[in-house]
């Protein structure tokens, strides 16, 4: 039996759990705002463990790993489904890091925003980069979709 490492037990068993959760609305989901945000906040945070160790890679600060930047691409793409499914009303906050407001007033912008990085992600995985320069011309423009969601919708 293969044995897997604690990461990926938890990116398996949160997949599973979204992939068993996508089929019910989302208000159904969340039994108080706070376990939206929860929810929303640990997706963030994987997304952002596994798309750092790529960004390690592009700003040399890691040596260039085709099969670890494939296998971390894969996994964003994968998780950027869902953290999606924890904007519901009734969870905006004025904290710093915290969802605006004018995500709820601006929903459709928020979506396209949200769209476009899953779309970026999914390239970047597609890719499979066999070299560094390989690596940053897929991971600039998905690393610029999060930067654009950030500015206009998260709080400094």
């Known amino acids: 039996m293969k044995k897997i490492s604690m990461k990926h037990a938890l990116s ?12 019910l609305p989302a208000q159904a989901q969340f039994q108080k705002p706070e376990d939206a945000i929860k929810y929303r906040k640990a997706a963030f ?7 750092s160790r790529m960004g390690a890679m592009v ?7 085709a ?6 691409a894969e996994i964003v793409a994968n998780l950027s489904r869902l953290p999606f499914h924890g904007f519901v009303e009734g969870t905006a906050s004025k904290d710093k890091g915290g ?12 979506d396209e925003a949200a769209k476009k990085m899953q779309d970026e992600v999914a390239k970047l995985a597609a890719a499979k980069p066999a070299t560094v320069e390989q ?7 998905a690393a610029s979709t999060c930067k654009s969601c950030h500015d206009n919708f998260r709080n400094e």
């Open 12 to 23: 398996l068993t949160l997949l599973s759990v979204a992939a068993l959760g996508t089929s």
């Open 59 to 65: 700003q040399g600060r890691a040596p260039f790993d």
């Open 45 to 51: 945070t994987l997304i952002g463990a596994h798309f």
């Open 99 to 110: 969802a605006k407001a004018e995500i709820w007033s601006e929903r459709a912008k928020f």
């Open 67 to 72: 099969a670890a930047a494939a296998s971390n």
């Open 135 to 141: 690596l940053k011309a897929s991971f600039g423009p």
